[in-house]
């Protein structure tokens, strides 16, 4: 066997086994990195992500829910007062003014003053009974 292939045997197999080292190594030290459960820990982490995310969300729409309660409840309200703010005013005017309970006037507006915030509160528990069956 000549030099120059002993040489070129030698100088190939050990090229061979550093490149197979040095993949080892590769591999020995991204396994130090991720750590042996990598996998198990992402998928327990992107479960975890997504059960937070979606509770988010569902507080997000309870949130919303609140808010649109609240000013329904507020646009009721200021409504019925628009509404029935003439009938009080002329039942308490009439009352200052020395007429009695008994005119057809007042007993009208304070009639519209009893009846309309009863309509109004029959058709929000009707509302509201629909909205939770």
Same mark, same amino acid.
């Given at each position: ?43 327990v982490a992107e479960k975890t992500r997504r059960v937070v995310m ?24 200021? $409504?019925? +007062?628009? @509404?029935?703010g003439p009938f009080v005013w002329r039942v308490t005017d009439d =009352?200052?003014? &020395?007429?009695?309970? !008994?005119?057809?006037?007042?007993? $009208?507006? +304070?009639? @519209? ?10 058709? =929000?528990?009707? &509302?509201?009974?629909? !909205?939770?069956?």
């Amino acid at each position: 066997m000549s030099a120059a292939e002993w040489a070129g045997e030698q100088s190939g197999s050990s090229v061979g086994s550093v490149l197979a080292d040095s993949n080892a190594a590769q591999h020995e030290m991204l396994s130090a990195l991720t750590g042996r459960q990598a996998g198990r820990e992402r998928a327990v982490a992107e479960k975890t992500r997504r059960v937070v995310m979606t509770s988010f969300g569902v507080m997000q729409e309870q949130k919303a829910g609140r808010k649109r309660s609240r000013s329904l409840a507020l646009a009721s309200f200021l $409504l019925m +007062l628009i @509404a029935l703010g003439p009938f009080v005013w002329r039942v308490t005017d009439d =009352l200052i003014g &020395g007429e009695r309970l !008994s005119d057809i006037a007042t007993q $009208l507006s +304070l009639w @519209a003053c009893i009846l309309c915030p009863a309509v109004l509160a029959a058709v =929000l528990v009707a &509302g509201w009974s629909r !909205s939770k069956s």
